[in-house]
């Protein structure tokens, strides 16, 4: 058992698998933590379970949240469509706060465990526009996290890990191939069937397909 401990958010996507089997490949005990919170696919909890058993995190746990309470967001609310085109701006998927709450319990486990890393699979090259899926914000969060926590004020610095910040999806699935990331066990569809077959259409499923295809890998995703 190694005396590197982290958090791992896992959503059962193929970047936050990627980021688990990263953090493993450190040397850190791993306690991936995923969120049910009235996402539009529960299809990716499944996903979660099954790349946390397949990569040996030491514990994976889930928390309920209702976020479908606020809405806002093609994820929470199912009166609006997930976008099966591009889009400009900041896309209808973007769950306000997502990041800022999922974060904020992650920092609060770290504290019980006694670990000062907490990694996070947000992307600023391929991504889909998300506020909290920048460094800055990254930055920011980490800031935070050392004032409002003991941890931080008693000098046991905490640090977020966004270690897919600067990497293209096709970098990604190639790093995720060399530690061993079963990426059939993924589910990364905004709107996946309950079995997880992916839509094909929506924007996670196109930079998805794209990762695979410039990586020159086979993509083991199932469509509907």
Request: aromatic share 8%; glycine share 8%.
């Amino acid at each position: 058992m190694s005396d590197k401990k982290a958090v791992v958010l896992l959503s059962g996507g193929l970047d936050s698998a990627t980021v688990l089997a990263m953090a493993r490949d450190e040397g850190y005990e791993c306690f991936a933590l995923g969120f049910d919170y009235g996402q539009r696919s529960s299809a990716e909890l499944m996903a979660a379970q099954r790349v946390a058993a397949d990569l040996d995190a030491r514990e994976h746990k889930v928390v309920k949240l209702d976020l479908r309470v606020i809405g806002g967001s093609a994820l929470t609310d199912d009166s609006i469509d997930v976008p099966e085109e591009e889009t400009s701006g900041i896309p209808v998927t973007y769950v306000p706060a997502r990041n800022t709450v999922f974060l904020s319990i992650a920092l609060g486990w770290a504290e019980v465990l006694g670990a000062q890393d907490i990694f996070v699979g947000v992307n600023a090259v391929d991504y889909s526009g998300y506020p909290d899926c920048r460094p800055e914000y990254i930055e920011a969060f980490e800031d935070m996290a050392n004032l409002a926590t003991r941890a931080g004020v008693e000098g046991k610095k905490l640090n977020i890990r966004a270690p897919l910040m600067k990497m293209s999806k096709s970098d990604i699935v190639k790093r995720g191939t060399e530690l061993g990331v079963d990426y059939s066990l993924t589910v990364s569809c905004y709107q996946a069937q309950a079995d997880g077959a992916a839509c094909g259409r929506c924007d996670s499923c196109r930079l998805r397909a794209a990762g695979f295809a410039e990586a020159g890998l086979a993509d083991p995703t199932v469509y509907a």
